[in-house]
């Protein structure tokens, strides 16, 4: 299989189903914000992170690749794919199990915090803002994805946070209020 397929060079890409749209289509924006949401947290697991930690990530890394292919789907078709492309309320119900975790850890929130902390926290937060701007390109798109797609990436950027807030308390970084 090449990696070029020069299909796209007229500005044009596929979503599932083979319906033909421009790289500009909100849908495929959507995508794109996925995909560097995705990107964000494997650069997050290039580090040194403990092991809970990064198995998180990469759980959410493999569900990632679900969510992409329910929004590349207006129909939701996703043609053989349907078990691995699925992103469902067990996967949710996993997501709140996490942030009820790692939200544990640090004390309580009792004011707002500036993102920042250790280098492995503060990408987190960056992915945590770039999950966010992914949720909005989601909600935004008509026909709309499953419900559980949003729910997913809703929770999942309240999992970042709770991540962010762990990994900066497990370095003794201390949370800068705002």
């Not at 494997?42 to 809970?52: F, I, N, Q, Y």
Request: with cysteine; hydrophobic share 45%.
């Amino acid at each position: 299989m090449r990696l070029y397929t020069r299909t796209g060079d007229e500005g044009q890409t596929s979503l599932f189903g083979g319906a033909r749209v421009s790289k500009a289509d909100r849908r495929i924006e959507a995508c794109g914000e996925v995909d560097e949401l995705n990107a964000w947290l494997g650069l997050v697991r290039v580090s040194a992170l403990d092991a809970d930690v990064d198995a998180a990530l990469d759980g959410i890394q493999r569900d990632l690749f679900a969510v992409g292919a329910a929004v590349a789907d207006p129909e939701g078709r996703r043609p053989g794919q349907a078990d691995r492309a699925g992103i469902g309320r067990d996967d949710v119900l996993r997501l709140e199990g996490l942030i009820d975790r790692f939200d544990a850890e640090p004390p309580p929130l009792t004011r707002f915090i500036l993102p920042g902390g250790a280098g492995d926290g503060a990408a987190i937060h960056v992915a945590r803002a770039v999950c966010r701007r992914a949720e909005r390109r989601i909600a935004a798109l008509q026909p709309a994805p499953d419900a559980e797609v949003l729910r997913y990436v809703n929770r999942l950027s309240d999992l970042l946070f709770a991540l962010a807030r762990a990994v900066n308390h497990r370095a003794g970084r201390a949370e800068s209020p705002w």
